[in-house]
């Protein structure tokens, strides 16, 4: 299920100083981005950040519940996106750290994808 209104607008307020920050619907949920870069996600209300190898203990050690998973063809299937502990929410320094960790673990994935080639044009 997708972030309600007051919920991306609670995110949009308190991730602001990351950069300008935007939701959009996806997959049944909703996708919060950064400067055009995805790095968290909301789904029933609740917000799960980025996580790689980089970030990960610090959300294992932080007790989050990780990673968001779905159910894909009968199995279970991992986004690499963990829940925000409780209580994360009444720390804004302590929100934004972790944020921020997300945010660059989204841009080191990003780094690392290949550019897409550029198609060869159809002969007409």
């Given at each position: 299920?997708?972030?309600s209104?007051?919920f ?6 308190q991730?602001a100083?990351l ?5 959009r ?14 790095f968290?996600l909301?789904?029933?209300?609740t ?7 980089i ?5 294992q ?9 779905y159910?894909r063809k ?5 986004l690499?996106y963990?829940q925000?502990p ?5 720390e ?19 780094a690392a ?12």
């Amino acid at each position: 299920m997708a972030a309600s209104a007051s919920f991306a607008d609670f995110l949009k307020e308190q991730l602001a100083p990351l950069g300008h920050i935007a939701t959009r619907r996806m997959f049944g949920a909703t996708g919060v981005f950064c400067n055009g870069l995805m790095f968290a996600l909301v789904n029933d209300d609740t917000l799960f950040l980025r996580v790689d190898e980089i970030n990960k203990t610090m959300f294992q050690d932080g007790g989050s519940a990780g990673p968001l998973t779905y159910s894909r063809k009968g199995q279970e299937a991992g986004l690499p996106y963990w829940q925000v502990p409780d209580g994360l929410f009444d720390e804004p320094d302590t929100f934004l750290e972790w944020s921020r960790a997300a945010l660059a673990a989204a841009r080191r994935v990003a780094a690392a994808k290949k550019p897409a080639r550029p198609r060869k044009p159809r002969a007409v």
